[in-house]
């Protein structure tokens, strides 16, 4: 008596994982953009608001193209100087940077979970609006949250 091994059951396993991967592959490569809303440069106050909002818009040339990184501007009355007049940032200028930096420790020291919303316009690459959370992780903020909203003029309905 010779004993050898059935291969058929392998061979059967191996073409089922074979089929599986063949189906989930072209999944795996599509990459998923996530809306990013679109916001004005003009802060909106809401009243009672117990959380640091940051706007950055994106800076256009003639054209209409965007050509990099806007202001930054905090939002809300922790936005405001003692003349009223917006805070707004380059966070290219190290000077302002750091001032950034300073206006985001002293807005979280009060705030419970530490987090900050960033506003960022649509068009702006997301290495960009990273950028705004790593200055948001030196300020001392746990969390950084990029505020998303549906396009109510593009909105599609189902179907």
Do not use: W
């Not at 795996?28 to 106050?45: G, Q, T, Y």
């Not at 009672?48 to 202001?71: D, E, H, K, M, Q």
């Amino acid at each position: 008596m010779k004993a050898d091994i059935n291969v058929t059951p392998l061979v059967d396993i191996v073409l089922v994982l074979l089929i599986i991967f063949i189906v989930i592959t072209p999944a795996v490569h599509n990459s998923v953009r996530l809306p990013v809303a679109k916001h004005s440069f003009i802060p909106e106050p809401e009243h009672g608001a117990r959380y640091l909002t940051l706007i950055l818009a994106a800076r256009r040339n003639p054209a209409g193209a965007v050509s990099g990184p806007g202001l930054v501007q905090v939002e809300g009355r922790d936005g405001q100087d003692a003349a009223g007049q917006a805070l707004s940032f380059d966070p290219s200028d190290p000077q302002q940077r750091n001032r950034l930096v300073g206006v985001i420790q002293n807005a979280v020291a009060y705030l419970s979970d530490r987090r900050v919303f960033i506003k960022a316009d649509l068009d702006l690459p997301f290495r960009q609006v990273n950028e705004l959370i790593r200055i948001c992780r030196e300020g001392g903020a746990d969390e950084a949250s990029v505020v998303t909203r549906e396009d109510k003029q593009t909105a599609r309905g189902g179907g």
